[in-house]
């Protein structure tokens, strides 16, 4: 009556396993280490970077646990904090040669301690918020006004080009703060333009204004136009700031947007603030000009000598230099995507551009006019440009254009990732810096362990008293309930923060209510009379629609907190969620399978211990169980 079937323990035994090779790479805490990561995007973290930083380690008399290449970054992990320093201070003598101009970015980090073989099935701990871990935390002002001008720019620049197409005559059009100013002879002109205005630029609002003899005409940006201006400001932002984060090796940072015009910006395990505030200050941006190809520009590439006026001297990435024109004839505003692919005749790898309308217009009209010569595309970081590529126009060029040439995969595809990151939409200002230090986050972890454990020995006390062999069947249901729940955590590489460790506590309480609420059942059929394999198989039975509805109801609340909340709420959420779930499993599956196990094949079962079993007609003190 009460007995599993094999494969069902074959199950319990296997998510034991799995839970438990999932939850060790929690106890294994964390190395300090130290990071290295390119600074700018030309320049590559390889295997030649391990071999410098190993170099400068051993001639720094330093010996690090492991220096290993994980992605773009090179990591050396040393036993404490004091070495972790010397090193750092070691690698960047020998890295960074020119504090002016850095390469590289050498910062402090964090690192699991975890052994090799359960980094290979991908067993890893959970992230640790920023309560907990420490690290820093910012507050960043998007500056919308500077994203409004910077439209309005881009929006005078098409105009000019659509009344130009249009054959349309003005005065000269010019920026006057957040509005676009065209001077129109009659009255005639004024409603082709406004015309034009309605037909091509939805975005546009105009009023006119007579001068004397002539007309102003003011285009300013609608106000439901503005407000999407300033949305989209926010989300290149973010999307930015991500990029940048990654070089820091930040395992889970926090990045939303507050309010109208604020990020907040966290970074758990980071104790280097400065390089922090660097990484996320860089400004990047691209630009395609043209190659001065004359013969005065040929002899300052060659010999160094004067650079001819209207170009400026650059270099390229493999050191040598290339003389471009100062004009710059697209910006990397009009980028829209960048992929890597290989050249359908050639069979060489190529990255394709494509590039907004205006884009799209301005390449046609400048590579028909420049056939057969080199147009480069410029990164400018921190003031100064890099070239990227160089390549020749081979034909007239639209919205959709390739670079190919002497570059390989890698090469094809780190110049498509370079081009899609781009660059801050509008300038932003840190308004609010925080740090929590290391002590603080071990401290807090502190509390929220030990109030976690002993709210879990508490409860185990108390049903072990109470329901005697069934209370201590609960307990171990309970103990499960909370590998599973740290073990998918793991698995998902969720952040745990100090409300994340209150919803496990919290959680554990809620786990423990599903086994009395069983226990119950089954003390109420022994009242009744029912056999004990009975009051076993009917109390789990009907104690099972309770328990799904109770559960149910309550995960419908935390799906809430999780759709709509932000933060410490979302990441209570998270916890909680998970751990209404895993308890299900846990209160109902496996402690009944417990049950089976130790009464199941006793086919002449008298009594269960389950504490005391009061019937109505029996005499006050009886006891019917043991």
Known sequence: ?????????????ITLVIAALYTLPNFFGEAPAVQVSSLKTTTKVD????????????????QAEQVSLDGSSVRARFTNTDNQLKAKDAIQRALITDAADPTYIVALNLLSRSPEWLRAIHAGPMYLGLDLRGGVHFMLQ??????LTKRVESLAGDLRLALREKGLRHGGISRNGQTAELRLRDQASVEAVNNLIRDQFPDLQTRVEPEG???????????????????QALKQNILTLHNRINELGVAEPVIQQQGLDRIVVQLPGVQDTAKAKDILGRTATLEMRLVDESAEARVAELSGGLVPFGSEKFLERDGRPVILK????????????????FDAQTQQPKVDLTVDAKGGRIMRDVSRENLKKRMALVLFEKGKGEVLTAPVIQGELGNRFQISGSMSTVEANDLALLLRAGSLAAPMEIIEERTIGPSLGAENIAKGFNSVTWGFIVIVIFMGIYYMLFGLFSGLALAVNLLLLVAVLSMLQATLTLPGMAAMALALGMAIDSNVLINERVREELRNGAAPQTAIQVGYDRAWATILDSN?????????LLAFGSGPVRGFAVVHCIGILTSMFSAVFFSRGLVNLWYGRQKKLKSVSIGTVWRPSAPAGRDVSR
């Open 1 to 13: 009556m009460n007995r599993y079937p094999v494969w069902k323990y074959l199950v319990m035994v």
């Open 47 to 62: 295997s030649a970077t391990v071999t410098r930083v190993e170099e400068a380690l051993k001639a720094a008399g330093l």
């Open 142 to 147: 998007v500056d919308m006004q500077a994203a």
């Open 213 to 231: 003899s002539e007309f102003k005409l003011v285009a300013s940006i609608k106000p439901e136009a503005v407000r999407r201006v300033q949305d």
């Open 326 to 341: 100062k004009q710059v004839v697209l910006t990397g505003d009009s980028l829209t995507d960048a992929q890597p692919g």
């Open 552 to 560: 149910i109801t309550t995960l419908i609340a935390g799906a809430a």
